[in-house]
T-cell receptor
């Protein structure tokens, strides 16, 4: 079975631009979460979506937004990019309702802001 | 508030040595989950283990073992007879379930393990 997939793999943008990152969950998973991992740090939670509804939001500015589609795939949008947005963006999917609560991560999108 | 502390930033061991990675957590919830993930140079986070707050049994899986102690809020990870392929960054994480059912993961800063051949 295919795991979590993310696109693109790498991305280079300049300050002030907008970026859209995409994620497809594991088949059957209805929840998608987004994390930002700055170099040398652990991943930081950005958003979680379930059944197209936002379930949770981390401490990120309104420049960050996301949505989930009927097929449970998701997009993360970041507006007015700053140098500090350079990071590995990880998507994770999970089976909500499962006792075990595991999140399975994709390979990430590495965003560089110049 | 939730917090996960991995005090060891980097550890180097010689192949076949045992190594323990420390994890201390803080939470106000009585129900929570603890995890360990491995992040090889490729960047993808690989799930290793999950533990819920009501199960303090230690677990062994091959060369890996985990020691969960609620009394000290610790969830330590030991690799026995380390191998070069174990070289990676290891993250400890905590998950609480809020009223909406969200199960966000709170990660520590990670421990970079280097196994020297």
């Amino acid at each position: 079975d295919a795991g979590v997939t993310q696109s693109p793999t790498h991305l280079i943008k300049t300050r002030g631009q907008h970026v859209t990152l995409r994620c497809s969950p594991i088949s059957g998973h209805k929840s998608v979460s987004w994390y930002q991992q700055v170099l040398g740090q652990g991943p930081q939670f950005i958003f979680q979506y379930y059944e197209k509804e936002e379930r949770g939001r981390g401490n990120f500015p309104d420049r960050f937004s996301a949505r989930q589609f009927p097929n449970y795939s998701s997009e993360l949008n970041v507006n007015a990019l700053l140098l500090g947005d350079s990071a590995l963006y990880l998507c994770a999917s999970s089976l909500v309702g499962s006792e075990y609560n595991e999140q399975f991560f994709g390979p990430g999108t590495r965003l560089t802001v110049l | 508030a939730q917090k996960v502390t991995q005090a060891q930033t980097e550890i180097s061991v010689v192949e076949k040595e045992d190594v323990t990675l420390d994890c201390v957590y803080e939470t106000r919830d009585t129900t929570y989950y603890l995890f360990w993930y491995k992040q090889p140079p490729s960047g993808e986070l690989v799930f290793l283990i999950r533990r819920n707050s009501f199960d303090e049994q230690n677990e062994i899986s091959g060369r890996y073992s985990w020691n969960f102690q609620k009394s000290t809020s610790s969830f330590n990870f030991t690799i026995t007879a380390s191998q070069v392929v174990d070289s990676a960054v290891y993250f400890c994480a905590l998950s609480e379930i809020d009223q909406t059912g969200a199960n966000n993961l709170f990660f520590g800063t990670g421990t970079r393990l280097t196994v020297i051949p």
